[in-house]
């Protein structure tokens, strides 16, 4: 858990379903575990946001389902955990159902990936660099 949690992402998550509610406190501590210096925030109005040097990821839930969509199209997915908007143009993203496994190892790295090239400049600097 972050050190400073958002209490709008705090609101945002208290309003779920219990199963949505404990997948993303699973999902949010692994983000912050990638890298504790991604930051909380609220975009949207109500939509949690995790930025580093620009968008890492967001939560959405939905009725069936959890997505954590993924602001970079061009990181790597060796792990292929990503399931949704393959040839997106700014985002993919991991749909999670109610019993879904997580590798929480391979988010992390996921995670942990993006906030990196964010660093470095973001993907839009990076890929136009080749």
Same mark, same amino acid.
């Given at each position: ?8 992402? &705090?609101?945002?998550?208290?309003? +779920? ?7 993303? =406190?699973? @999902?949010?501590?692994?983000? !912050? ?11 949207r109005s109500v939509q949690p946001y995790f930025v580093l040097e ?9 009725? &069936?389902?959890?997505?954590?969509? +993924? ?7 060796? =792990?292929? @955990?990503?399931?949704?908007? !393959? ?12 019993h879904d496994p997580i590798d929480d190892a391979a988010l992390v ?22």
């Amino acid at each position: 858990m972050p050190g400073n949690p958002h209490p709008g992402v &705090d609101a945002y998550l208290e309003r +779920l379903a219990p199963w949505q509610r404990q997948l993303c =406190d699973r @999902l949010r501590a692994l983000i !912050h575990e990638a890298d504790p210096e991604i930051e909380e925030t609220i975009k949207r109005s109500v939509q949690p946001y995790f930025v580093l040097e620009g968008n890492v990821c967001a939560l959405l839930a939905v009725k &069936d389902h959890v997505n954590l969509f +993924l602001y970079d199209p061009s990181v790597p997915d060796p =792990d292929g @955990l990503i399931n949704q908007g !393959h040839g997106n143009a700014t985002a993919r993203a991991i749909q999670f159902r109610e019993h879904d496994p997580i590798d929480d190892a391979a988010l992390v790295r996921l995670v942990r990936a993006i906030a990196e090239r964010n660093r470095a400049g973001g993907w839009r600097r990076l890929d136009a660099r080749g």
